[in-house]
């Protein structure tokens, strides 16, 4: 069996995020991490990895020469090797450009399954997985909080409002999870180390058969119009208490209470 | 080479790697460690699945294939959350597993280093004797000779890991045939009769960390339980104290930068006079003179480790390391302590415990008197 993980390189969620004159994200000002949507999906690959034999892992990554830091993060849980695609003329793609550019470097891939993160933390768009099964005609199961592969079917527990799914399809199959599907491991230091001699096969636009008049921040089919920082949180309400208990325990009861806690 | 600051990438996903462990899986559970004196089996296991314990070692005897640079860098991460659990790795490696690994035969490392070195098992160094400490060398645990045997009597003080569910045996000095100066090292197993392992005593930091004595009572172990050459068991332990200087100043660096963290975040937090007291001048200096205490620490670890890398000569440099470092790591906690005001001297933030778990820095591996003394030697001064 062979299972591909798209990741992407995002800036830590704990930095303070900036964006360039263009209205794209600054990602040179900020530390930049592997998506932790992400971890979940390599997580879940391993362990069909591990009770599959044989299975091979691979990370797929688009991204600029840096994002070989993301790509050697990502070997070091234990993939096997990686593909990445580096273009200048990527830059400024939208999901849509982006969900081509991943099908185009798969198209002469052979794999059974690929496994992705629901959403990156950065544009947080949800749509690569829908569009990328899309551009490979392949079937999706998206928001997956289980995930079983019986032969030529995976079968999945999809997470819905009040309840969820089960669903199946035939592989190959894309599929994306959410984080109630399992708690990530930690690399070890030797997968840091073997990390290093994995093999990482750099594509360019047109070795994934597109060119820069059909990807790019220009030919993106959404354009980012504004960017509004969230406003300074408020003060909250502060109760007073007149010594008795009674006036701040009321005052806090109808708190609950308008916000139906209570 | 030429002068770099700069840690390869490996080093620097390591240390991210440690720093995330540490935060995810050791701060939560620090201080409940630390109030009920609990040595956790299971984080050290899980760092040991990271490969932490076996850093130094070759992949051939279940290490991870790393340096002693990286070792230290592990140990300053873990020690930046929990200094109880710092030590136990450092113990672990720099004094449990590094004796077998420098002065075993081909065959002892493989019976005794991989399950140490996957964090599995773990030893104990067997050097402080009750009227030993800086004296190290008078020492009177004896081994006589019978025949493909030794017999042990004696006992020891203040061993780290000597005693938790998982420790596996302890690497001693003993005299060896009533010659005070002929030091023989000898691995013992826990389960030797006649070795008795101590209660652990009442620290006054270091809670969740293993601390024993020992006792030797007709102790017989076979020869092939003695470890590198007859004679050479006193040296070959200094040597080991040596590099275990540059791991000191690690964790001592560790106890510093984690003292930075919580006073900057609680100098943001707490007001007082009408705004964060991080804005008191009186505050931010002091702050400010840890994080200039941490870094030049850290430069002067980072210099020893690099040296002992490089094959050169480091002992005059890890001993600057060790008592800069431990010394400033009582002078943080300290001040820590008194940026966080009365809550400083309670257990509900972690630089009440930072306090507790800095003086034996100063202390233990060479006591900073020691380290003067080695530096002085070094500059060529007079033996007294």
């Given amino acids: 069996m062979r299972i591909i ?19 794209t ?41 840096q994002a070989q830091q993301t790509i050697r993060k990502a070997l070091s849980y234990g993939l096997d090797g990686a593909i990445q695609v580096s273009d200048p003329g990527i830059s400024g793609s939208d999901a849509s450009g982006i969900a081509s550019i991943v099908a185009g470097a798969l198209a002469d891939e052979e794999f059974d399954l690929v496994i992705m993160g629901n959403q990156s933390s950065d544009a947080r768009t949800m749509l690569l997985p829908a569009m990328l099964a899309e551009y490979l005609d392949l079937p999706a199961l998206t928001y997956c909080t289980k995930l079983d592969i019986d032969g030529d079917t995976v079968r999945a527990e999809r997470e819905m409002p009040g309840g969820h799914q089960v669903v199946e399809a035939k592989l190959p199959a894309v599929v994306s999870v959410v984080e ?43 354009q980012v119009l504004e960017v509004t920082p969230r406003p300074p949180r408020q003060a909250g309400d502060k109760v007073e208490d007149d010594g008795s208990g009674t006036v701040g325990a009321k005052a806090l009861a109808d708190f609950l209470v308008a916000r139906k806690f209570l | 080479m030429s002068i770099s600051f700069e840690l390869r990438p490996e080093q620097e996903e390591l240390r991210r790697l440690v720093r995330q462990f540490a935060l995810d899986k050791v701060a939560p559970r620090a201080e409940e460690m630390n109030h009920r004196g609990e040595f956790p089996v299971d984080l050290v296991q899980e760092m040991g699945a990271l490969g932490l314990f076996g850093l130094p070692f070759p992949e051939e005897y ?6 002693y640079f990286d070792l230290c860098l592990a140990i300053e991460e873990i020690g930046r959350v929990d200094q109880s659990l710092g030590i136990t790795l450092e113990a672990g490696v720099g004094l449990g597993a590094m004796p077998i690994w420098k002065f075993g035969t081909e065959e002892q490392r493989r019976r005794w280093l991989p399950p140490l070195a996957r964090g599995e098992r773990l030893a104990g160094f067997g050097l402080t004797e009750p009227g030993g400490g800086s004296d190290a060398g008078a020492l009177r645990t004896r081994a006589l000779q019978d025949g493909d045997t030794w017999v042990i009597n004696g006992s020891k003080s203040f061993i780290t890991n000597a005693g938790t569910d998982i420790s596996d045996f302890v690497t001693i000095t003993a005299v060896t045939n009533q010659d005070p100066r002929e030091i023989t090292n000898f691995v013992v197993p826990r389960d030797t009769p006649g070795f008795v392992v101590g209660g652990g005593y009442r620290k ?118 060790k008592l800069y470092a431990t010394e400033a790591a009582v002078t943080a906690a300290r001040e820590a302590c008194q940026v966080f005001g009365g809550y400083g001297f309670t257990t509900e933030y972690p630089v009440g415990r930072f306090y507790q778990d800095a003086k034996i820095l100063e202390i233990g591996e060479g006591t900073s008197e020691v380290q003067r003394m080695l530096i002085a030697r070094d500059l060529g001064l007079p033996r007294a």
């Fill in chain 1, 180 to 222: 109630a599907i399992n708690e990530p491991r930690y690399p070890s230091f030797k997968g840091i180390m073997a990390a290093k001699s994995k093999p990482v096969v750099v594509k360019d636009l047109q070795d994934v058969g597109l060119d820069a008049e059909m990807v790019g921040l220009e030919h993106a089919w959404t």
């Fill in chain 1, 25 to 65: 994200l600054d990602r040179d000002g900020v530390e930049a991490v592997l998506n932790a949507n992400d971890e979940w999906s390599i997580e879940e690959a391993l362990r069909i990895k591990e009770r599959t034999p044989g299975t091979e892992v691979v990370v797929l990554c688009v991204g600029p020469e």
């Fill in chain 2, 204 to 321: 006054v930091g270091w809670h969740a960390s293993d601390t024993r004595d020992l006792a030797f009572d007709d102790v017989v172990v076979p020869a092939e339980h003695q470890l590198g050459e007859r004679g050479r068991g006193f040296a070959n332990f200094l040597s080991i104290l040596d590099e275990g200087r540059i791991a000191i100043a690690a964790l001592a660096v560790g106890l510093i930068q984690g003292c930075v963290d919580e006073c900057v975040r609680y100098a943001h937090e707490r007001e007082a006079f009408g705004k964060p007291i991080g804005g008191h001048q009186a505050v931010a200096f002091k702050i400010a003179d840890m994080q200039a205490a941490a870094e030049l620490a850290r430069n002067q670890w980072w210099h020893a480790a690099w040296l002992m890398e490089q094959g050169r000569p480091f002992k005059r440099q890890a001993s600057i390391a």
């Fill in chain 2, 62 to 67: 279940g290490g991870s294939g790393g340096t």
């Fill in chain 1, 5 to 23: 993980c798209p990741v992407k390189r995002v800036p830590d969620t704990a930095a303070k995020k900036a964006v360039e004159p263009d209205l």
